[in-house]
């Protein structure tokens, strides 16, 4: 059974600090690994997808790793601004069993402090 | 450029009633998936759509039903609510699996409902 944990669960920092979310997973048979962004009380946004295939995704200041060999991704965010203060969650999609499922992580609740 | 619509977005509950939560997408996506998130507990997935006509059971699906009306829609219908199904509810679509690199993996949420059982 597929397991996704982040770490840490919660990160403060101050704001211009380059910072790296983990997520790790159990099952490296894995279709593709999305990050999330949740603000509170909202939905949640797509941040990156990376293909079992590819080892990073980049968008703006976010940078997403993939390596599948050892059941990690990082998310790697530049320049922090208090804008970026969100829980921020990781979701594998197995490949194993074509049942479609998503699991996710618990997230990481991130604070950029002005 | 609605995405995913669900209704409603909050609702309140007691014991043993029973209500459905209703999921629409105008993205002509494939699967759709309907998860429940807790503090703590992250997103746990309750039933899912691979295709219309098709449904699956997720994680945590027990208390819960799940009708793939028609490639739009897909509703969580509880028919007997309990303190335990009180959380928040997520629907969320996806284009379709096999079209690699096209985006059309990426997974939409919905902004979810709030349900309070007392």
């Known amino acids: 059974k597929q397991e996704v944990t982040q770490i840490p669960a919660a990160l403060s920092v101050p704001e211009g600090e380059n910072l790296v979310l983990n997520c790790s997973f159990t099952?490296?048979?894995?279709?593709?690994l999305q990050w999330f962004r949740q603000d509170p009380g909202k939905g949640l946004t797509s941040l990156l997808l990376?293909?079992?295939?590819?080892r990073e995704q980049t968008s703006g200041r976010l940078n997403a790793s993939l390596d599948k060999s050892s059941g990690r991704s990082t998310l790697y965010i530049a320049a922090s601004q208090p804008g970026d203060s969100a829980t921020y969650l990781c979701?594998?999609?197995?490949?194993?069993?074509?049942?479609?499922?998503?699991?996710f992580g618990s997230g990481t609740r991130l604070l950029v402090r002005p | 450029n609605a995405g995913v619509t669900q209704t409603p977005k909050f609702q309140v509950l007691k014991t043993g009633q029973s209500m459905t939560l209703q999921c629409a997408q105008d993205?002509?996506?494939?699967?759709m998936y309907w998860y429940r998130q807790d503090p703590g507990m992250g997103l746990r997935l309750i039933y899912y759509?691979?295709?219309?006509?098709?449904?699956d059971k997720g994680e945590v699906p027990n208390g819960y039903n799940v009708s793939r009306l028609n490639k739009r829609e897909f509703s969580l219908r509880l028919e007997s609510a309990a303190p335990s199904q009180t959380s928040v509810y997520f629907c969320?679509?996806?284009?379709?699996?096999?079209?690699?690199?096209?985006?059309?993996?990426?997974?939409?949420f919905g902004a979810g409902s709030r349900l309070t059982v007392l």
């Open positions: 969320a679509s996806r284009a379709d699996i096999d079209r690699v690199g096209s985006g059309a993996n990426v997974l939409t």
């Open positions: 099952d490296s048979a894995i279709y593709n």
């Open positions: 990376i293909q079992s295939s590819q």
């Open positions: 979701a594998v999609f197995g490949a194993k069993d074509s049942s479609y499922k998503l699991i």
């Open positions: 993205m002509n996506h494939n699967s």
């Open positions: 759509s691979a295709s219309e006509g098709t449904t």
